[in-house]
């Protein structure tokens, strides 16, 4: 289901998080606002909506995303309370992470119109899939996967046993079909109505879940790597649009919201999102091009420490920080970061400092269109 949609879409795949913390990554979606910029929000989502007289809607199983989202003016939220689990499904259809996104099937069934949003807290509910969804994903002489129904979280040590990470990397993907399962229950109850057509779609993560790559299996320790920061998310103006597109220019949180807004037709001239919020649309972009061509905007993403904070460019990915060994991995061929270069390229490391200071001034001033223009270096990917 979501390779459906990603096949008809605008697929966003260097699009981030802004924060490793839940309440702040939502304000960013809900508000536009990078989560480094401090001060109330004056613009949300819900906020814009309700003064358009356009119905929205929230389902969500997660108690904090209930009660920010009413905070920013959302009229209609739904929480649903997954079932308590301490073993697998005996069927992916009762799943825990299925609730929230069967109750609002139902009700997209029932005819509800407007904007639904639906926010599951995925991975971070108990890995509940059924064993024999797991055993799919295991190759013939693996051992089989754990049979509990727990989020697993532990380091990766000498003295772990590989076939546990492996393991759960096995559930882990079963998870992910659950969540596929569900999406295209969500399909299904829309092109059941009428004008099916004119739904648009986001698809998004709020970052992954570690797998092993950098020592720990599940989160519990925040670390600022690309299966952590990662947000890959996919536009699709309707299931039987054109084909799609990737895109590759560097976005985060803020950019989704009002890209969003874009798909909607909701961005007008009465709309200044220049002067409020730091989210730019991310269609209507120009033709795919050399990232020293991309526009200034979307050359660079960065997540604030304390200690470490992460900054990226399209050549180089950097874990910065003065109490802190510096990290620098080249992009995208080292995709999971596994050799650091910065004791090579010590040069770069001292640039994305000085770009760093760049971004936090920008943020500060509110002015995403003041951010460098990267020289060739930081955007060169042949090397």
């Known amino acids: 289901a979501i390779d459906r949609l990603a096949a008809h879409g605008l697929v966003l795949d260097q699009c981030f998080v802004d924060s490793t913390d839940l309440a702040s990554q939502l304000s960013s979606l809900w508000t536009g606002r990078h989560a480094m910029q401090s001060g109330p929000a004056r613009w949300s989502i819900w906020q814009q909506l309700t003064e358009r007289r356009h119905p929205a809607s929230l389902f969500t199983d997660c108690p ?30 009762d799943c825990s992470i299925m609730t929230v996104f069967a109750a609002a099937a139902e009700e997209l069934a029932d005819g509800l119109e407007g904007l639904v949003w639906i926010h599951s807290q995925g991975l971070r509910l108990p890995w509940d899939a059924p ?10 002489e693996d051992p089989d996967p754990p049979a509990d129904a727990v989020v697993p979280q532990f380091e990766v040590t000498s003295e772990t046993d590989p076939d546990s990470v492996v393991g ?8 992910v079909a659950v969540v596929d399962l569900a999406i295209d229950a969500l399909r299904v ?29 599940g989160w519990g320790h ?26 590759a220019e560097l976005c985060q949180l803020p950019d989704l919201a009002i890209t969003l807004l874009d798909c909607m037709g909701l961005l007008d001239g009465e709309f200044d999102p220049a002067g409020r919020i730091w ?45 802190v060994s510096p990290e620098l ?18 040069d770069i490391v001292k640039r994305l400092e000085s770009v760093a200071a760049d971004f936090r001034q920008a943020i500060a001033d509110n002015r995403r269109s003041n951010l460098p223009d990267l020289e060739e270096e930081l955007c060169n990917l042949l090397r």
């Open 64 to 93: 904090k995303t209930a009660e920010l989202a009413e905070q920013l003016g959302c009229e209609a939220v739904t929480l649903v309370t997954p079932p308590a689990r301490d073993a697998p499904a005996a069927d992916s259809a």
């Open 168 to 175: 759960w990397g096995q559930v882990a993907a079963a998870q």
């Open 329 to 346: 991995y080249v992009k995208p061929d080292d995709r999971w970061e596994v050799t650091n270069v910065a004791d090579r390229r010590f």
């Open 279 to 323: 989210g730019r649309s991310m269609l209507g972009l120009g033709p795919i091009d050399h990232p020293s061509r991309w526009d200034r905007c979307h050359k660079l993403a960065m997540i604030e420490g304390p200690q470490p904070f992460w900054i990226r460019s399209p050549a180089w990915s950097a874990s910065l920080g003065a109490a």
């Open 189 to 217: 109850a829309t092109e059941s109505r009428a004008r099916a057509e004119t739904w648009s779609w986001l698809v998004a993560s709020l970052g992954g879940v570690p797998l092993g790559e950098h020592g720990r299996v």
């Open 131 to 140: 064993l024999s969804l797991r055993c799919r994903f295991v190759d013939p």
């Open 222 to 247: 925040p670390q600022l790597y690309g299966e952590e920061v990662s947000a890959v998310a996919t536009f699709c103006r309707s299931p039987r649009s054109p084909t799609g597109q990737r895109r």
